[in-house]
Each structure stands twice: as structure tokens, then as C-alpha cells.
């Protein structure tokens, strides 16, 4: 089949189509509308034609945690939010370790999925962290990177020997860097979390964390993608690291760019996230660093949980925010606010994040890509309500609230996706 | 949303809950602290009991180990005429697997008038008072290291009798301010009642990091720290400090700063001694300070039954003025 959609503005970064009026699909792939004849005409009504959003960060929780979230339920959430491809982390319950379980989640996936799905699994045989997974089995299977997620290693020996295993297969390995000692606690060790009277983490941990897990990309080689940084300080760190030249990139949550610690004040238990939120100025930081180019990726670290998880005393409540629903329209805010301009976000969610999670035919809209796009309405908005919700979790600052931006319609492979 | 110390609080700005001393208006601690000592008269008299409360219910909800609060907020309630029910959580329904939630919403079918709440979990009285029926209402007895709201201001009155306006004081709070909610909610009502001058006095393992932002005074050499002060607030040093390594020992401890004869010269000459209890002898206090004629530590225990008083009437005619 093919298609024309007219009167847009193509926003991608990076391709010879950005500021294009018009684009044409042919089957499954972006062609110049010239070459097409008797093809489907779209009014576009000029709104903004962007490259499906690659998110590298999102629970399923599929399989075993279905009562927080299914492939289905989550890949709906994520179209919903512009989101045509995830990057989906292996904390499941069992965890994915095995090429059975990377297969499991590809079928799940190709049977009730929404949007495209990339697999990864655990650097360690049940994410124990003691023994190495069968890395090149995993990678056959269809993962496209592996990660440890929330699961530390336990010896920095250990986890040496899996970067250094990893470097030798040129697999890239996604790291969250945290100190164990200090990781404990649900808020920053700020002035909020202090008066609260909440358990404290201290951005050490991360400090900690990361500067130990820099030296060990360095020493091993290994291609690294260091995810969730939450610090001013971890921005200066990944921008030393390299300026001397480590191939190395990196990730902030939407959350992050978002949100500050004051988010707390109110003791909303949506805003006790696995990586707690900072001062006003990290968060800035952190804005600062996806201006520059520091920080490469935005990621939404999507995580539904069920009504009972978060229905309880602040400390008590399960952590992780749901987000993905959200996400083009939280990046058009984003701009809105005059924080982080529109282009620098997207690029961040598209072209760079197929980079890192080596699909180079995603991510762009040019002439011979796959066609996954978004037509996107900047003019719109979009209400975040029970009625219009796809997400299993419903812990999420969103629910309730309207956005600017409207998603007026999906593509994947050249098909339209929107439900 | 509203955090707890916007919750508390009717729209014109009476007290619908007591959560915690931040952010409490001088005029509301002033009312509390005033109706505190009516009640104070009235305990002097052999009828002890007055029928403020008759045919209302309260239910003490202990999530967390505590005697004296609990005690004193069981006599306060008695004493105001309150049919009181004592619900000692961790060794029933929470053992069995039952939600806070579910244990709530379970109890406010059994028609309470009013919830006392001691949990270990900072925020847990909020979480509580912001989800129960809108004519019961919620007093916080403590929460993890948040707020002591009713130990704040039994401090604030016995401060108030001996030694007057807490806008002419100096106040040093010794010890671990850390992991105190008491030292927490005390300087908060300080704050509100307009005290010039709060210190803290504590090596750096036992600050907090937000005492500068609240205009408290730091010291880690406690004869700088107590330098002509007027009232000297002793906390309670847990074991569980030593065995995380936050104090080398407990003799160190009272030799740098437990409170001595020879140290509290160093304060003003009718400076007073408090402590919240129960004290340890020979780690925050010395015998003969503790038993000496400045320390004012049992007076705070009656003050503490009179004030808890005052809390719960203020709190349940809030409520029934909601309804009248």
C-alpha cells in the first residue's frame, strides 16, 4: 500500500527531511512522495510529523507481573505517548535471563504488542549477580543490549569479569550505577526528605556508583550506556569521561527533567521512584546536560503497579512512576516551558536512542527508513483520564491532568497503529 | 494535593487534625497551650474527670512499641470522659496481612470519632488523615523520624511556666537531632512562637542537613553551644547508633556531651533541664542533674496528659462544628 501525508512539518533531527512539508510510504518504508502514484492522501492540517519515539527504558512486567502491567497493556500506553518502539528491561518476575525467556517475551510481544518491542536480559544468571548469563545466547535470541537493572552485581570483581566478557562479544551493556552502601532510602538527602522525616539516599550513591563503573568501562573497553542519572555531579562525570574519550553514552527519566525533590512535599507516593528525585538544581543540571549533548537519551523508566502498591505510607508504597503515556506530550511541555527545546528532546528519544539501541533504520524519517512516525498536533491537547487511560498502572502524575499535544496518529512499518 | 501541613487545617484555619508543628500558626499553639493549662487546673481537683468527650470514641492505633505516649494518651482520652479503645496493630490485623488501608477503612466502619496514630513510617498519620470520613479526626502520636506534634508542644507549655515568652529564650537541643521527630517538631513550634534563638548540639553523624535552612544554630562543642542558654532539651541516644557506627561508645558520648553539674553552669543560672524520656543515666544526663532542681522532666509528663487533653477536645469540636 501506499500513502502521501501532506501539509506537515517533518521534525527530525539530523535528516535531510527535516522541515519537509510532505512525505510519502511505500509498504514499510519512508519514499519520496514523487515517486508514488495513485497513493492514499492524508491532510496532515500541519501539524508535526516526528520519528516514532524509541524509548530504551520501560517495564512490561510481562511475565509475572501481570496485575502491574501486560505487553499489551503497556505497548498500548507507549502509542498512546508517540512511543512506536521500547527497549524493554528484564526485571520481570523470574527475571529474563534465559534465551526461552528473550523468546517468551518476543511472542508476547509479536501476539498482543502495539508497538515494537526489543527484548533485553540480565548481564547475571537469575540477576544474583554472581554468575555470568550465557551473553551470546541472549543476543541471538533478539536482545538488543544486556543490563543488570536494579540488581546490583555482588563484587565489582564480578561484575569486571561480565563487562570484560561482554566487550569480547561487542555486546553493549546497559548499567545503572549506584553505590549499595548508600543506595538505601526512598527520597534525596535533601531539606524535603530531611523535614518529612523520610529515609534518606545521598546523591553519593550514584557519585560512588558511577565513578567505580567509569573505570570499569574503561578498563574492559566495553560499550556502555549508563542509565538513570540523576545528578548534576553524574553530568559532570559522564562529560569528563568523554571529553577523554570513552565511548560511552547515557540516560535522564522524563521524571527527572520533570521533577524536583519539592515533588515530595506533598507525599504523593507517584513520585517514589527507584532513583530518587534531586534538588532543583540537578534537575537543571540534568536539562542542561540533554542541551549539550551530554546526556544522549531521555527515557521514560515506565513502571505501572497496581492500586495496593502505591496505597500506603509514602515509604511503604512499591516504587516507579507510570509515564510513557505521556511522553511526546510531556517533551512538547518540556519546550512549552522554555527548559528544553522540542528538536534536542525528540533527537534524544529518536535518532540517538536508535543509535544506542543499533536499529538504523529507526529513529528517522528519510527516504528508505522504516516508516514509524507520529503526527502530532502541538496545537492539541490531550486528557489524561480513566476513560482514555491504556496503562495497567494508573500511578502516574499524569492521570488526571490534560497536556498540550495531541497524537493524532501512529505509523509502524507503514501501518497505523492508533487505537 | 496538600502536604501534612496544609491538611491539619480547616479552611478557615482551625485544627482538624494534629499532624505535625510545622507550619502551625503562633495563635493555634497559643489556644492549645492556654486550654492545656485549664485542664492542668482541673487535674489539681479531686474529680479528675471532665465530660468534654462523653459518648465519643477513641482509638488508639500503636503500629510502633510506645508506653508513656500511648499511656498519656490513654488517660487524657479517660479523662475527658472518651470511651477509648487501644489497638496494639503490630500484634494484630498487620501481622495477619491486612493493609493499613483495610485496617482504616475496617475501624472507621466501627464509627470512631478520633484516630491517635504512632507508626514507624514517616507520613503514615497523613496518609491516614487524608483518607479517612471527613468527621473523624486525626492526632499524630509519632511517625518514623517526621514529627512528635503532642511531645512538641508539652515542651512549648512546660517552656511557656517556667520561663515565659519563647520570643526572649535561648533553647539548646543536645543529641540526636538525627533521628529525632521530638527535637524535629520542637523546633518547628519554636519557629512558629517566634523563638530568636534555637541551637543544636551534636557531633556531625547526629545532625540533620536541614537545621541551617531552618535558622538553627549548629555546634559540635557543647560548651560553645550552651553559653548562657535558658532551657536545655536533652533527647534519648538509641543503641542502634552505636551499632551503625554513627558514635564510637556511649562513655564517649556522656564524655563529650552528656549533661553534667559542671556544664550546665555554662547556661544561664535558672536555665531548665528537659528530657522527653525515658532518660538514660550516664549517657545524656548525670544523676545529679537529672535528679538536681533545674530539671523539670516529670513536670513534663503531667504537662503531656494536660496538652494531649487539649489536642483531642480542639480536634473533635473542630469536627462537630463541621456538622452542627
Not at chain 1, 517495564?59 to 521500547?86: C, D
Not at chain 1, 518476575?93 to 518491542?117: F, H, I, N, Q, T
Not at chain 2, 555546634?219 to 560553645?224: P, V
Request: aromatic share 4%; charged share 20%.
Amino acid at each position: 500500500m501506499s500513502m502521501i501525508i501532506r501539509n506537515i512539518q517533518i521534525i527530525s533531527p539530523g535528516s535531510p527531511l527535516h522541515g519537509a512539508t510532505e512525505i510519502g510510504i511505500y509498504q514499510q518504508t519512508f519514499v519520496d512522495p514523487t515517486e508514488l502514484t495513485n497513493a492514499a492522501e492524508i491532510d496532515g492540517k500541519f501539524g508535526w510529523l516526528v520519528p516514532g519515539l524509541i524509548d530504551l527504558r520501560i517495564n512490561l512486567r510481562e511475565p509475572g507481573l501481570e496485575h502491574k502491567g501486560t505487553i499489551a497493556s503497556e505497548t498500548r500506553a507507549a502509542v498512546a505517548g508517540g512511543v512506536t518502539s521500547v527497549v524493554a528491561t528484564p526485571i520481570t518476575d523470574p527475571v529474563v535471563d534465559s534465551p526461552a525467556d528473550v523468546r517468551l517475551v518476543l511472542e508476547r510481544a509479536k501476539e498482543s504488542g502495539y508497538c515494537r518491542v526489543f527484548p533485553t536480559a540480565m548481564l547475571s544468571q537469575s540477576g544474583a549477580g554472581n554468575h555470568l548469563s550465557e551473553m551470546a545466547a541472549l543476543i541471538d535470541a533478539g536482545c538488543v543490549a544486556l543490563a543488570q537493572g536494579n540488581r546490583p552485581f555482588s563484587s565489582r570483581k564480578i561484575e569486571l569479569n561480565a563487562l570484560k566478557y561482554a566487550q569480547s562479544l561487542g555486546i553493549r551493556v546497559i548499567l545503572d550505577s549506584e553505590s549499595r552502601d548508600f543506595a538505601e532510602g526512598c527520597a534525596h538527602a535533601g531539606q524535603i526528605g530531611t523535614g518529612l522525616g523520610l529515609s534518606l539516599n545521598s546523591p553519593l550513591s550514584e557519585t560512588l556508583g558511577l565513578v567505580a563503573d567509569l573505570e570499569l568501562v574503561d578498563a574492559t573497553g566495553v560499550s556502555a550506556h549508563f542509565s538513570r542519572i540523576t545528578t548534576g555531579a553524574s553530568v559532570a562525570r559522564i562529560r569528563e569521561a568523554k571529553a577523554k574519550g570513552l565511548q560511552i553514552t547515557c540516560d535522564v527519566t522524563l521524571a527527572h527533567l520533570l521533577y524536583s525533590e519539592r515533588a515530595l512535599a506533598d507525599l504523593d507516593p507517584n513520585f517514589h521512584l527507584e532513583r530518587p528525585l534531586r534538588t532543583e538544581d540537578d534537575r537543571l543540571a540534568l536539562i542542561a546536560g540533554v542541551s549539550d549533548g551530554t546526556i544522549d537519551l531521555i527515557v521514560s523508566d515506565h513502571s505501572p503497579h497496581e492500586t495496593g502498591a502505591k496505597l500506603a505510607p509514602f515509604p511503604e508504597t512499591e516504587r516507579g512512576m507510570s509515564l510513557v503515556e505521556g511522553a511526546i506530550q510531556l517533551l512538547l511541555q518540556l519546550d512549552q516551558k522554555g527548559e528544553l527545546g522540542f528538536e534536542q528532546s525528540i533527537s534524544a528519544m529518536t535518532v540517538k536512542a536508535a543509535q544506542v539501541a543499533n536499529q538504523p533504520q529507526l529513529g528517522s524519517v528519510q527516504h528508505g527508513h522504516l516508516a514509524d512516525c507520529v503526527l502530532f498536533d502541538p496545537n492539541g491537547s490531550t486528557v489524561f483520564d480513566a476513560i482514555h487511560w491504556s496503562s495497567a498502572g494508573t500511578n502516574s502524575p499524569l492521570f488526571g491532568q490534560t497536556l498540550p499535544g495531541r497524537v493524532i496518529g501512529c505509523w509502524i512499518d507503514g501501518q497505523c497503529v492508533t487505537t | 494535593m496538600h502536604g501534612p501541613a496544609a491538611l491539619q487545617l480547616t479552611p478557615d484555619g482551625r485544627l482538624k487534625h494534629l499532624l505535625t508543628t510545622e507550619g502551625l500558626p503562633k495563635s493555634l499553639i497559643t489556644e492549645l497551650l492556654d486550654t492545656a493549662e485549664t485542664f492542668l487546673s482541673s487535674q489539681g481537683q479531686p474529680v479528675k474527670k471532665v465530660p468534654l468527650l462523653r459518648g465519643r470514641t477513641v482509638v488508639n492505633l500503636f503500629f510502633e512499641n510506645s508506653t508513656r505516649t500511648r499511656t498519656t494518651f490513654d488517660i487524657a482520652a479517660h479523662r475527658l470522659s472518651a470511651d477509648v479503645v487501644t489497638l496494639d496493630i503490630r500484634t494484630s490485623s498487620a501481622s495477619k496481612g491486612e493493609t493499613l488501608f483495610d485496617t482504616l477503612k475496617n475501624l472507621e466502619a466501627m464509627q470512631a470519632d478520633l484516630f491517635v496514630v504512632r507508626h514507624s513510617a514517616g507520613g503514615a498519620p497523613f496518609f491516614i488523615a487524608d483518607r479517612v470520613t471527613p468527621d473523624i479526626a486525626v492526632i499524630n502520636a509519632g511517625d518514623g523520624t517526621h514529627a512528635h506534634p503532642t511531645q512538641a508542644l508539652l515542651d512549648l507549655m512546660t517552656i511557656r511556666k517556667y520561663k515565659g515568652d519563647p520570643a526572649n529564650l535561648s533553647v539548646a537541643i543536645v543529641g540526636d537531632l538525627k533521628h529525632s521527630r521530638v527535637a524535629r517538631s520542637l523546633v518547628h513550634g519554636l519557629r512558629s512562637m517566634g523563638c530568636p534563638d534555637i541551637r543544636a548540639i551534636a557531633p556531625g553523624t547526629l545532625l540533620p542537613i536541614d537545621l541551617e535552612h531552618l535558622g538553627v544554630h549548629t555546634f559540635h562543642q557543647i560548651d560553645d553551644g550552651l553559653s548562657d542558654v535558658d532551657v536545655v532539651v536533652l533527647l534519648r541516644l538509641q543503641k542502634e547508633r552505636m551499632s551503625n557506627a554513627l558514635l564510637p561508645s556511649e562513655r564517649e558520648f556522656f564524655n563529650l556531651y552528656g549533661m553534667t553539674e559542671s556544664r550546665l553552669r555554662r547556661a544561664k543560672d535558672d536555665a531548665i533541664v528537659m528530657h522527653p524520656g525515658p532518660i538514660n543515666r550516664g549517657v545524656e544526663i548525670a544523676n545529679e542533674v537529672a535528679d538536681g532542681p533545674q530539671a523539670v522532666i516529670l513536670d513534663q509528663v503531667t504537662n503531656g496528659i494536660a496538652i494531649r487533653m487539649a489536642v483531642m477536645a480542639m480536634t473533635l469540636s473542630t469536627q462537630q462544628g463541621r456538622h452542627s
